[in-house]
T-cell receptor, first 110, second 113 residues
Framework: GQQVMQIPQYQHVQEGEDFTTYCNSSTTLSNIQWYKQRPGGHPVFLIQLVKSGEVKKQKRLTFQFGEAKKNSSLHITATQTTDVGTYFCAQSANAGKSTFGDGTTLTVKP | DGGITQSPKYLFRKEGQNVTLSCEQNLNHDAMYWYRQDPGQGLRLIYYSQIVNDFQKGDIAEGYSVSREKKESFPLTVTSAQKNPTAFYLC????????????FGEGSRLTVL
């Protein structure tokens, strides 16, 4: 099935710095979802993007879907300690099969 | 509250034993899924079911079995044929096909001794 590659695998930032994680595919994606998993927790849905060039914002989080629908990014402005966790991108195909990237683990130093 | 309940949260098993993980949802979702998560890796799909009495293999179904006798329930059995069963198992559901948002349970952490 389609694979999504996520980079970087780990990111360590100072509180207040920005953070970006990228999700890339060699094929066109029908959609992209982003999830956050806190340490020891379960993934929680953040957002879904479906349109070429789509940009959505949630407070300090900005999500983008590339024009070619082969890449996506999640940008966090002015990170806080509550942002720590692993951020996953995923794409869902027919029959409900969602394929996840390996995630980017964010740590924030106070 | 509506949601997905997985049990047990932690489970220890000896090699050669089968173990069944429970997943119950009261969200009235048609589709349910089982994922496996290993440290530093993403989620890999084991099995999924779009409707009662029907299910399909995911990417890593070998050594696992499921049933879907009720809409609310989708138990996963980790059999002794699974070579490396120690992992974090996540059950999820979604209201539509193709799946958009997945709703996850809190997970079951299985350790084989």
């Amino acid at each position: 099935g389609q694979q999504v590659m996520q980079i970087p695998q780990y990111q360590h930032v100072q509180e207040g710095e920005d953070f970006t994680t990228y999700c890339n595919s060699s094929t066109t994606l029908s959609n992209i979802q982003w999830y956050k998993q806190r340490p020891g927790g379960h993934p929680v849905f953040l957002i879904q993007l479906v349109k070429s060039g789509e940009v959505k914002k949630q407070k300090r989080l900005t999500f983008q879907f590339g024009e070619a629908k082969k890449n996506s990014s999640l940008h966090i402005t002015a990170t806080q300690t509550t942002d720590v966790g692993t951020y996953f991108c995923a794409q869902s195909a027919n029959a409900g099969k969602s394929t996840f990237g390996d995630g980017t683990t964010l740590t924030v130093k106070p | 509250d509506g949601g997905i309940t997985q049990s047990p949260k932690y489970l220890f098993r000896k090699e050669g034993q089968n173990v069944t993980l429970s997943c119950e949802q009261n969200l009235n979702h048609d589709a349910m899924y089982w994922y496996r998560q290993d440290p530093g890796q993403g989620l890999r799909l084991i099995y999924y079911s779009q409707i009662v009495n029907d299910f399909q293999k995911g990417d890593i179904a070998e050594g696992y079995s499921v049933s879907r006798e009720k809409k609310e329930s989708f138990p996963l059995t980790v059999t002794s044929a699974q070579k490396n069963p120690t992992a974090f198992y996540l059950c999820a559901s979604s209201p539509s096909d193709p799946a958009g948002e997945l709703f996850f349970g809190e997970g079951s952490r299985l350790t084989v001794l």
